[in-house]
């Protein structure tokens, strides 16, 4: 599938900021999965953009601007074609040891009922991809989506506790329960192509990874129920979804801030023909 992206970030402050920084993880990278055919990053005031790599791979963009700033935008752009791996993560950079992905964060800490909760679900398979499969069915039917039920701090215990939350919710919950289990995971920011998602998204996607002897990492989407496939374009990689944010930033003055995201994800060929 060909997937176009349009990704723009407003914000809005109460009085003119001094001046702005910010970081970018918004731009994906080529592995067995997918393709980047083109991509470019845009701020709607004078900046040099500095690209880098950070610790796990991910392809990096940091810019400063001086102000005074009443608003500043980012906007991402770009067309990946995906192909179906059945969730498997081949070909991808890899930066870090297998052992960082069972570390524990504070949005993935797994107290005792997330623990409990993950030996129940998957006490009865024998193989390592089978008891994720049924985490990520466990976790589908345990959970309700519901895009104002937390706030974006929220812990996977927290999560856990109420039965629903947003993707990054969903992730952080199995991530807690696959590392409870003793098998690394991972964050993972994107996009993903929907259906019935004609007039755009509101924000970006979540999922997670986990490692698996003999195929290696392999996506795991409990908010749909499935591995990801060629609708999903895959960016960026960290212990939980706060190392994984595809915008953060700090400024100097500026008082109160609004914050606006716009993201469209289509179908380019599907578009083409329409």
């Known amino acids: ?147 104002e039920a937390t706030q974006p701090a929220a812990s996977a215990a927290e999560s856990f506790a109420k039965r629903r939350g947003v993707c990054q919710d969903f992730a952080h919950v199995f991530i807690a329960c696959a590392r409870a289990l003793e098998i690394p995971a991972r964050y993972v920011s994107g996009y993903l192509r929907q259906d019935d998602e004609a007039s755009g998204q509101v924000a970006s996607h979540g999922w997670a990874e986990a490692h698996v002897d003999g195929l290696g990492w392999v996506g795991f989407d409990p908010v749909h129920a499935l591995c990801p496939n060629e609708s999903y374009v895959r960016v960026a990689v960290a212990l939980d979804a706060l190392g994984a944010a595809p915008v953060r930033g700090a400024r100097v003055g500026g008082g109160t801030e609004e914050t606006t995201v716009h993201v469209r994800v289509e179908n380019a060929r599907a578009q083409s023909q329409s």
């Open 1 to 147: 599938m060909l997937i176009r992206v349009r990704h723009e970030t407003i914000y809005r402050y109460g009085s003119p900021a001094k001046s702005a920084m910010q970081r970018l993880l918004v731009t994906p990278r080529n592995h067995h999965g997918q393709h980047v055919r083109q991509w470019r990053i845009d701020v709607d005031h004078d900046c040099c953009l500095i690209a880098g790599e950070d610790a796990f791979g991910n392809i990096e963009h940091r810019f400063f601007v001086e102000g005074p700033l009443q608003s500043l935008t980012t906007l991402v752009e770009g067309e990946v074609e995906t192909f179906d791996q059945a969730g498997v993560v081949s070909g991808a950079v890899e930066r870090v040891p297998l052992g960082l992905f069972l570390r524990e964060t504070a949005l993935t800490w797994p107290d005792a009922a997330l623990a409990g909760f993950a030996r129940d679900v998957t006490g009865a398979e024998s193989t390592t991809l089978a008891r994720l499969h049924a985490l990520t069915g466990a976790l589908n039917e345990s959970l309700a989506l519901d895009r």
